[in-house]
């Protein structure tokens, strides 16, 4: 299995609902990651989890609460967010290895209406 | 800090024609390097990786890239482009240290149009 499953894969939210974006992984990848992706832009890196364990925050707004609850799974919760969040958000893992890749999931667009 | 740079924002060729898309990058160090391809609404799937060694790489789907290092490239190059190639092209790198997660840095992308 070397997918990275994240769902759901379309999401529209109102600026006051809470919802929350799941990513799975079942390689043993013991690091993973969220990006934000806008229109015609590249990836751009919000959270890194390492062994269960947040160790990089790009200075991500606080409406964004990322979690981590076992080596497997990574959640994003959502939070009185803006119409501007509105991109492609998605999800990575990787084997703390040197000389491996990240895997990339499919994403979830995400809509702030 | 580290970069990368396309210089490409857009490529357009024939199917049947070779490609060569262009990435250069600047880095403290030689950094991982990486070419990913997205289509429309996807994620991201990776081609091809450097990290050492053999400064020729071979990848998926036909493509390859060579690393060189006096120039701080990593061009991407395919010898006959399909229509279904068409998307968006990324390079990217990662620092280079034991037990470091990938967090990639990505070039601004190359959007591939074939023509028929």
């Known amino acids: 299995d070397t997918e990275v499953t994240q769902t759901p894969k379309h999401l529209v939210m109102g600026m006051t609902n809470k919802k929350s974006l799941k990513c799975e992984q079942h390689m043993g990848h013991r690091a993973m990651y969220w990006y934000k992706q806008k229109a015609k832009k590249p990836p751009e890196l919000m959270f890194v989890?390492?062994?269960?364990?947040?160790?990089i925050n790009e200075s991500v707004p606080s409406r964004f609460s990322p979690e981590c609850p076992n080596s497997s799974l990574l959640n994003l919760h959502l939070h009185a967010l803006q119409p501007e969040d509105s991109a492609l958000y998605l999800c990575?893992?990787?084997?703390?290895?040197?000389?491996?890749?990240?895997?990339f999931g499919q994403g979830t667009r995400l809509t702030v209406v | 800090a580290q970069s990368v740079t396309q210089p490409d924002i857009h490529i357009t060729v024939s199917e049947g024609a070779s490609l060569e898309l262009r990435c250069n990058y600047s880095?403290?160090?030689?950094?991982?390097l990486f070419w990913y391809v997205q289509s429309p609404g996807q994620g991201l799937q990776l081609l091809l990786k450097?990290?050492?060694?053999?400064?020729l790489v071979q990848g998926i789907k036909g493509f390859e890239a060579e690393f060189k290092r006096s120039q701080s490239s990593f061009n991407l190059r395919k010898p006959s482009v399909h229509w279904s190639d068409a998307a968006e092209y990324f390079c990217a790198v990662a620092p280079i240290s034991s037990g470091s997660a990938r967090q990639l840095t990505f070039g601004s992308g190359t959007q591939l149009t074939v023509l028929p």
């Open positions: 450097y990290f050492s060694g053999d400064t």
């Open positions: 990575a893992s990787s084997p703390n290895t040197i000389g491996t890749e990240a895997f």
């Open positions: 989890y390492s062994y269960e364990k947040l160790s």
């Open positions: 880095y403290g160090a030689t950094p991982y």
